[in-house]
């Protein structure tokens, strides 16, 4: 069993930052593709960015491109998700997520473990 905690979330004004981070419980966590997807209010849970299990690929949907960077320290056993540039329709809660077996997941269908997911709110 793998248990995520992410952090890092809060209210921020368009244009700011924030650093989400997870925490993974798992020995393993080098073997995992881990990804971050959000949901907003009424909405589906969908993909935001996923990073290979040694790092060395990343994947990101359009709207975040050139704003979001994934990044994970596998001696750490975490992920993280740098936001700059924030937007208001970037208001959602975030989730991490690890998938057992590497596919670039965009699908949350792919993914074996979720976090419990933390706010992220930007004001216009």
């Known amino acids: 069993q793998v248990q995520l905690v992410e952090s890092g979330g809060g209210l921020v004004q368009a244009g700011g930052s924030l650093r989400l981070s997870c925490a993974a419980s798992a020995g393993s966590f080098s073997r995992f593709g881990m990804g971050w997807f959000r949901q907003g209010p009424g909405e589906e849970r969908n993909f935001v960015a996923a990073?290979?299990?040694?790092?060395?690929?990343?994947s990101y949907r359009d709207s975040v491109k050139g704003r979001f960077t994934i990044s994970r320290d596998n001696a750490k056993n975490a992920v993280y998700l740098q936001m700059n540039g924030l937007k208001p329709e970037d208001t959602a809660t975030y989730y991490c997520?690890?998938?057992?077996?590497?596919?670039?997941?965009?699908?949350?269908?792919?993914?074996?473990?979720w976090g419990q997911g933390t706010q992220v709110t930007v004001s216009s």
């Open positions: 990073v290979s299990p040694s790092g060395d690929r990343t």
């Open positions: 997520a690890a998938e057992r077996v590497y596919t670039d997941g965009a699908f949350p269908r792919n993914y074996d473990y």
